[in-house]
């Protein structure tokens, strides 16, 4: 079975990715909470959305840097979704799981671009 070399910078950029896809199965984790705890006590649910948001920041900003699609966009617009007060929990919450599914499937397009490599000419 033949082993397929990476690059470097290839090896570099799947290890982001996949650190970013570590990051976004914590943020679901945190919108489940927040979604199973719908019914508790406004401080309660203020503390989650903050972690929600304080995790989204940090990943924007690492995504920046990395240079990762849209996913800074996204995890931006979470992030102010999660932080904001009013409209609602319901909302917030449809907002983040549709919001958290569409960073997913980008960051797998993204491990996939990267696992695949560059294609090398003859």
């Known amino acids: 079975m033949a082993v397929e070399k990476r690059t470097p910078a ?3 950029r799947i290890d982001d990715v996949r ?3 570590r990051t976004v199965e914590h943020v679901r984790k945190m919108v489940a909470e927040l979604e199973s ?3 508790a006590r406004s401080p309660v649910i203020d ?8 995790e989204l920041s940090q990943l924007r900003q690492r995504a920046l840097s990395a240079n ?5 966009d996204t995890a931006g617009s979470l992030a102010v979704l999660a932080g904001r007060g009013g409209g609602g929990v319901n909302l917030k919450i449809r907002g983040l799981t549709d919001g958290v ?8 397009q ?3 671009h990267a696992l695949a490599g560059e294609k090398k000419e003859p």
């Open 110 to 112: 993204a491990l996939k």
């Open 47 to 54: 503390n989650i959305c903050a972690g929600i948001a304080r």
């Open 37 to 39: 705890n719908r019914a």
């Open 19 to 21: 650190a970013f896809i």
């Open 68 to 72: 990762i699609g849209t996913l800074a």
């Open 10 to 12: 290839q090896q570099r």
């Open 101 to 108: 599914h569409n960073m997913m499937t980008e960051l797998d």
